[in-house]
Every structure is written in C-alpha cells, then in structure tokens.
C-alpha cells in the first residue's frame, strides 16, 4: 500500500555540518506533514510542521521545505550537533486514511564531533 | 511534567496473559491515539479517540485488544491473550484538533 516513505536509512555528518534529512510521499490528496525526532527509549519528539498551502517553514535551527510537484519533504538541520543524533520520522496526514497520521521507517542521523 | 504520561514504562508478560496499559494526556488536549511501534520501524495507529468517543480504529487492532476513555480525559489500552508478536513499543498521543500530535514515552511490552 502506500505510505510514506524516506530516501536513506542512515546519515552520518560532522559536528557544525548541515544536515538535510529526506521523505517521499505517493498520495498527493495529503495536506499536512510533521517531522518528528526519537531517541532510544523515547517517545517521538515533535520537531516542526507544515500543511500543503506551504513550500517552507523555518524553525530554531531547523527547515522544512515541501515540494508537492515531485511528492517531497526534507528536514534541513542547521549546525548539527551531538544532541541532534537520532531516528527522524517523517508523518503525513492522508485525508483518506481518516485522522491518524502515517508515519514512514526512518532516518537515523549520527552526528560525530 | 505536563506532558503525555505513560504507565508503566516497561511490561514483561507470559504468553496468554492479559496486560493494560494507561496513558494520561495533556489535560487540555481533545484527542488521544495509540500507536504502535516495533524495532526499526515508524509508529503505526491503531485507534484515536475524540473526546470519550472512540473514532477510528486500525485493521491492526483485533479483537483481543480494547480501549477505553471512560471520562474523556485518561485512556486504558487492554490486551487480552498475548502473543509473541504483540511485544512492542505502545505509545500513546494527544492533541488538540487534528495537529500537532504529542507521545509519551510509550510502555514496552516483551511477551514471553
């Protein structure tokens, strides 16, 4: 079925680094996007969010950008840091699917120093 | 902590055992769901509840599991005759309107 899905499983980067963190979805009727972070043990965190009238939305540090043309979502993180490492999930909101969100496999971010 | 609680943390059961969980929202949040999560993948729903109305339930949801919201406000999620492949992370959300979810730390449960 479809589902939302991610580009890389894993991404390492340096300390100070950008990291850009990607998502593909395949139902263009979805109309709200959340990015979460879980750390081991803990329940995902909500990172930022952003609905379909939108193509970018800047929070502390982070940047989501949607481009509804190619069915993509990226989490831009600015200055990478240890405390950043973690599985980031992706979550769309498909009208057709009801109210829960759909959430894709993940990306575990390594961030070294 | 005003966040979304979770109890307990940790469940070790038998098979064919029967375990509940409890999660308590935000007070102000409308909404609760549980989901789901198994090592490796994303969380995945199983039912919501608006109020003290269960909405929506997921095909992942049989019959062996129940939830309640008796009050509207803290939730219960009820497994009956666990099985092996119901180990899993159990994570409880709230929010207010359809935006914006907020987990707990989820409870979980091995099954032996």
């Known amino acids: 079925g479809e589902s939302v899905g991610l580009h890389l499983p894993t991404l390492s980067v340096q300390e100070g680094d950008n990291s850009i963190i990607n998502c593909a979805y395949s139902n263009s009727a979805s109309d709200y996007f959340i990015w979460y972070k879980q750390e081991s043990g803990k329940g995902p965190q909500f990172i930022i969010d952003i609905r379909s009238n939108m193509d970018k939305r800047q929070g502390q540090r982070v940047t989501v950008l949607l481009n509804k043309t190619v069915k993509h979502l990226s989490l831009q993180i600015a200055a990478t840091q240890p405390g950043d490492s973690a599985v980031y999930f992706c979550a769309e909101n498909r009208p057709s699917a009801g109210t829960a969100l759909i959430f894709g496999k993940g990306t575990t971010l390594s961030v070294s120093s | 902590d005003t966040g979304v609680s979770q109890d307990p943390r940790h469940k070790i059961t038998k098979r064919g055992q029967n375990v509940t969980f409890r999660c308590d929202p935000i007070s102000e949040h409308n909404r609760l769901y549980w989901y789901r999560q198994t090592l490796g993948q994303g969380p995945e729903f199983l039912t919501y509840f608006q109020n003290e109305a269960q909405l929506e339930k997921s095909r992942l949801l049989s019959d062996r599991f129940s939830a309640e919201r008796p009050k509207g406000s803290f939730s219960t999620l009820e497994i009956q005759r666990t099985e092996q492949g119901d180990s899993a992370m159990y994570l409880c959300?709230?929010?207010?309107?359809?935006?914006?979810?907020?987990f707990g730390s989820g409870t979980q449960l091995s099954v032996l």
């Open positions: 959300a709230s929010s207010f309107g359809e935006e914006k979810l907020f």
